[in-house]
């Protein structure tokens, strides 16, 4: 499903997306592959990671009236209580122009998650960011946990 309609926001067009078949995926594994979350991620891992997952895309139409994906989000859903948010990405000349609050938005209104009762996230530095959309520090840390695989799995062999 696209919500082929934009809103204007500053100088931008923003036009978000739900559909995978939009998505630039040399654009988005560009970013990915080199963000501090999973810096060397394998293309083939990100492919099935974006093929298994709920996509948001920001796309906007440039200078030369050229339309171009500016930003992304991929969310991991059983459809119905629980959503991880991640790979969260606006790329820089297009920050602080109301793309991710876009994105956000419509990752609230992703028509297969509406009714999520518990949204998850994990950012190192956009607190502030997700704060103004109601996410807020674990009400109870002490009762979650991690397993980290192997890096062999998921990273570019350097």
């Known amino acids: 499903m696209s919500n082929a309609v934009g809103e204007a926001m500053g100088q931008l067009n ?8 939009e998505i630039d995926f040399e654009v988005v594994y ?5 963000a501090y979350w999973c810096a060397g991620i394998r293309r083939e891992v990100l492919e099935r990671a974006i093929a298994g997952s709920l996509v948001v895309g920001a796309f906007v139409t440039n200078e030369a009236g050229n339309e171009e994906q500016v930003g992304f989000i991929r969310i991991i859903s059983d459809g119905a209580t629980f959503a991880y948010m991640c790979d969260v990405f606006v ?10 609050r876009r994105m956000l938005a419509a990752a609230d209104a992703h028509p297969e998650i509406t009714s999520t009762r518990r949204w998850m996230l994990a950012t190192l ?3 502030k960011v997700y704060e103004k959309t109601g996410f807020t520090p674990l009400a109870s840390p002490v009762r ?3 397993r ?10 350097e």
């Open 30 to 34: 560009s970013f990915l592959s080199t």
């Open 144 to 146: 979650w946990m991690e």
């Open 125 to 127: 530095d956009a607190h």
């Open 148 to 157: 980290i695989s192997d890096r062999a799995l998921w990273h570019t062999p």
């Open 14 to 21: 923003i036009r978000i997306s739900y559909e995978h078949s």
């Open 91 to 100: 790329l820089e000349p297009y920050r602080g122009q109301g793309v991710s």
